[in-house]
């Protein structure tokens, strides 16, 4: 890794795992423009999770219950 990024990898590791997440996703979007079929595949899994709301085959958690089952996993 060059000397800047490894210099900001380091900063960023002082932030919490939400920050970091975010951050990481911003760094990839701004990596350049997705495959077509990528964003293709994107789209039907959106669609496929938006059925499964739709018919009730899945329950949706609000964020506090997310947030603390995602951040209490070892």
């Known amino acids: 890794m060059c000397e800047r990024a490894e210099e900001l990898f380091e900063q960023a590791q002082s932030l919490d795992p939400e920050e970091r997440a975010v951050l ?33 085959r899945v329950q949706l958690s609000d964020w506090d219950e997310a947030r603390r089952r995602i951040f209490s996993r070892p």
């Open 24 to 56: 990481a996703l911003k760094l990839l979007d701004s990596v350049g423009e997705p495959e077509p079929a990528l964003e293709e595949a994107w789209r039907d899994e959106i669609r496929r999770r938006l059925d499964e709301i739709d018919s009730g």
